[in-house]
């Protein structure tokens, strides 16, 4: 029997496709839930140790906090839903544990004229210590008696006053911050040793993603020449 090309070429075709490799399963995805668990470091007891960096009620309902103590690594968010969760299911926060890219970090103070709700929620989070003082004056004041021994944050009616009267001392850099700022790049080029803000206009994340930000010891940026005490008089 004579075959024409074509049924030729169809035979071919043929013995390719049944030397074809059968093609694996698909894998079934990853359910969110065993993605999250995953993110706890270790389990010992009581105690959960956990890598994330956001923390969330659904991370902490994956992993099963509930009624145990659970250890964040240095500069983690706890979300206002995590938050709710450790209140609603007493999770118990232990030591924060230091973070991935060794960076080191100290507890700051926020000293404040003024009393805000939403920055003492975010200090407390960040670790951080809220002061009272009764007047602007006496919050610039306490700042110059503390710099240079934990990260500060001065909240004040008039930042920008508070921080140009903290900048007449040689070692303070002190930067007049509002909600709008680029603190990424402010950081990056000023590296200020104090931040001065009103208080206002700022979301509870956003003040933390600050007090995050000034926990990082700091050194002068390079090529910055501090003015000498007393030049210009």
């Known amino acids: 029997m004579k075959l024409t090309v074509e049924q030729v070429e169809e035979i071919v075709r043929s013995v390719l496709r049944e030397l074809q490799p059968v093609p694996a399963p698909p894998v079934a995805p990853q359910s969110a839930g065993n993605a999250v668990v995953k993110q706890a470091v270790a389990v010992e007891s009581d105690l959960i140790s956990l890598s994330s960096l956001v923390v969330t009620e659904a991370v902490l309902s994956a992993v099963g906090a509930a009624g145990r103590t659970v250890a964040l690594p240095r500069g983690a968010v706890l979300t206002p839903s995590g938050r709710d969760y450790l209140r609603r299911h007493g999770v118990r926060l232990a030591s924060r544990l230091p973070s991935a890219e060794g960076q080191s970090g100290r507890a700051g103070l926020v000293i404040q004229s003024q009393r805000f709700s939403v920055l003492e929620s975010a200090a407390g989070t960040a670790g951080w210590s809220v002061e009272q003082v009764s007047g602007e004056d006496a919050a610039v004041g306490r ?66 993603r600050l007090l995050r930000m000034m926990s990082v010891v700091r050194t002068g940026p390079s090529g910055w020449r501090e003015a000498e005490q007393g030049a210009g008089q």
């Open 143 to 208: 700042v110059l008696q503390l710099h240079g021994v934990r990260p500060l944050v001065c909240v004040t009616a008039d930042p920008a006053v508070a921080a140009c009267l903290l900048n007449r001392r040689s070692d303070v850099r002190a930067a007049a911050v509002s909600d709008r700022v680029d603190l990424p790049r402010l950081m990056d080029r000023m590296q200020p040793t104090v931040v001065c803000l009103d208080g206002t206009g700022w979301s509870w994340s956003q003040l933390l």
